[in-house]
């Protein structure tokens, strides 16, 4: 199989660009030399982080959740900066209830926004990919695609949905150069988690550092995993030498999942 594909040239989109791991990614991107767009929702947060890169793509603010506007967003952005050769689909969003209680609104957001995106924002650029037959795709899901947890059954459910189709996916572009693989963070040190961790203190009268401690037990390495080393492994998957690594969930997690 000829090895075409190259991170010093390619164009890189991330979405949920706008901050935490999709921000680090974003950067350590640009750091290896790939020109990175970012889409996401905030364009202040989405504009500072493409004026701090060295070699910029394209800002824009897209409804993940909304098919034809991410058709629409994915064909302006490739005009504008060029075809998309990497994809990272870290957009996403956690919503907590016990089951019994969760309701059908809620349960459909955790689906669109963590599953199906995955799926339109795939769909969108897989005929370039095709065309050229060279590329990364990888899926930020979370150690909640590989185990489960209590009062996020939506969440888990989504997330186990990304890594089987990364799985699928991987074997049907498995005779291209296009490779599909999907990251599955632990608790990672975000403003997402520190919300998550204001809104349990709020409910439960317990303090935020409290709750941000009993996150980080979940680890065996008693700590929380740091944006950076997502970004990290995302960009040695965009490399050359990742390049027989498909179909896989990879946990960074301190060993929480194995």
């Not at 199989?1 to 390619?10: D, F, I, R, V």
């Not at 991107?29 to 890169?53: C, F, P, Q, Y």
């Not at 957009?91 to 689906?111: E, I, N, Q, T, Y």
């Not at 888990?156 to 049907?172: F, I, P, Q, S, Y």
Request: hydrophobic share 45%; charged share 15%; aromatic share 4%.
């Amino acid at each position: 199989m000829a090895k075409t594909y190259q991170l010093k040239s390619a164009h890189a989109l991330v979405t949920g660009g706008g901050r935490g791991i999709g921000a680090a990614i974003a950067k350590a991107l640009d750091e290896a030399g790939a020109k990175v767009s970012v889409l996401g929702r905030n364009e202040a947060k989405l504009n500072e982080v493409r004026d701090s890169l060295g070699h910029k793509g394209m800002a824009a603010t897209c409804d993940v959740t909304d098919g034809s506007q991410v058709k629409s967003t994915i064909a302006a952005i490739e005009e504008e900066a060029g075809p998309i050769d990497i994809l990272v689909n870290n957009a996403g969003a956690a919503a907590s209830a016990p089951f019994a209680a969760m309701s059908d609104d809620v349960w459909d957001h955790m689906l669109a926004v963590n599953l199906t995106s995955v799926f339109s924002l795939t769909q969108a650029v897989m005929k370039g990919l095709q065309k050229r037959g060279a590329g990364r795709i990888i899926n930020i899901a979370s150690t909640a695609g590989l185990k489960g947890y209590p009062y996020v059954t939506a969440y888990t459910a989504a997330k186990h949905g990304v890594v089987g189709l990364t799985r699928a996916l991987a074997l049907e572009l498995a005779q291209t150069d296009i490779t599909v693989n999907a990251i599955c963070p632990g608790y990672t040190d975000t403003e997402l988690l520190a919300g998550a961790a204001e809104n349990i203190s709020a409910k439960t009268g317990q303090s935020t550092q409290d709750i941000i401690k009993q996150f980080a037990a979940s680890n065996p390495q008693n700590r929380l995993i740091s944006p950076t080393e997502v970004a990290s492994a995302v960009v040695w998957l965009c490399s050359n030498e990742a390049s027989g690594m498909t179909g896989q969930a990879i946990s960074i997690s301190g060993g929480e999942v194995m």
